[in-house]
């Protein structure tokens, strides 16, 4: 597609004396879009307009003044002064053969201006359908990652749930066993307070046989020496 606005180039086709299907096709076949086409006929009619308005008349004829015919005219001078019929009937004639010429001239620029206006709408309506598209697509691509982060934290949360469960569970189970070795040793201090003074008893008579026997074997030695 060609770059820029082509107005300069439709400028110098209207003073060339195309029309504005000639000026269209010759636009078109240099790459335009019809957007560039119709804003830029668009930009050349309003320059023309305003620069015409600007324009000063020149070159025209001053206008004419009639002046009162003599009352001595003769009818020979009238006779000169009116133009023939025929050529009366041939000017008309010519203009209007000529009219309908312009009128299908006219009529061919309006239709294909129209066509081009027409297709410049149906170019920005497929830009909006376009644009609408990529935006009903991103809507979805944002709510089915939105989904999934909701599926995932959902999976997270029940994780951390069973995460939750197995610690409190661990921890019960650490909390029954202290309490089973608490209460053996309990026991073993129940036990232990029963048993020991029984064990204390025995070690001290044991100590006191030692030493009656310890002092027998020193009188048996004793007597063996003075014998």
């Given at each position: 597609?060609?770059?820029?606005?082509?107005?300069?180039?439709?400028?110098?086709?209207k003073?060339?004396?195309?029309?504005?299907?000639?000026?269209?096709?010759?636009?078109?076949?240099?790459g335009?879009?019809?957007?560039?086409?119709?804003?830029?006929?668009?930009q050349?009619?309003?320059?023309?307009?305003v620069?015409?308005?600007?324009?000063?008349?020149?070159?025209?004829q001053?206008?004419r003044?009639?002046?009162?015919?003599?009352?001595?005219?003769?009818?020979?001078d009238?006779?000169?002064?009116?133009?023939?019929?025929?050529?009366?009937?041939?000017?008309?004639?010519?203009?209007?053969?000529?009219a309908p010429?312009?009128?299908?001239?006219?009529?061919?620029?309006?239709?294909?201006?129209?066509?081009?206006?027409?297709?410049?709408?149906?170019?920005?309506?497929?830009?909006?359908?376009?644009?609408?598209?990529?935006?009903?697509?991103?809507?979805?691509?944002?709510?089915?990652?939105?989904?999934?982060?909701?599926?995932?934290?959902a999976?997270?949360?029940?994780?951390?749930?069973?995460?939750?469960?197995?610690?409190?569970?661990?921890?019960?189970?650490?909390?029954?066993?202290?309490?089973?070795?608490?209460?053996?040793?309990q026991?073993?201090?129940?036990?232990?307070?029963?048993?020991?003074?029984?064990?204390?008893?025995?070690?001290?008579?044991?100590?006191?046989?030692?030493?009656?026997?310890?002092?027998?074997?020193?009188?048996?030695?004793?007597?063996?020496?003075?014998?």
């Amino acid at each position: 597609m060609a770059s820029g606005s082509p107005m300069n180039d439709i400028m110098e086709m209207k003073q060339r004396g195309l029309s504005n299907n000639e000026i269209i096709q010759n636009l078109q076949r240099q790459g335009y879009s019809n957007t560039q086409i119709f804003d830029a006929m668009s930009q050349a009619d309003t320059k023309i307009a305003v620069e015409g308005n600007m324009q000063p008349i020149s070159g025209g004829q001053p206008p004419r003044q009639s002046y009162p015919m003599p009352q001595q005219e003769s009818e020979l001078d009238q006779e000169i002064f009116t133009p023939p019929p025929m050529e009366e009937e041939r000017q008309q004639q010519s203009s209007n053969y000529q009219a309908p010429q312009q009128d299908t001239s006219f009529d061919e620029n309006q239709v294909k201006v129209e066509e081009l206006v027409e297709a410049v709408i149906e170019e920005k309506w497929e830009e909006l359908v376009k644009d609408v598209n990529k935006i009903v697509d991103w809507k979805n691509k944002v709510e089915s990652r939105v989904s999934e982060m909701e599926v995932t934290l959902a999976g997270l949360r029940e994780n951390f749930s069973d995460l939750q469960r197995a610690i409190l569970s661990k921890v019960n189970d650490y909390d029954k066993h202290i309490q089973e070795v608490g209460s053996e040793i309990q026991a073993m201090e129940k036990v232990f307070s029963k048993v020991l003074p029984r064990f204390t008893e025995n070690i001290n008579e044991l100590s006191s046989i030692a030493e009656k026997l310890k002092k027998g074997k020193n009188e048996n030695k004793k007597g063996a020496g003075s014998s």
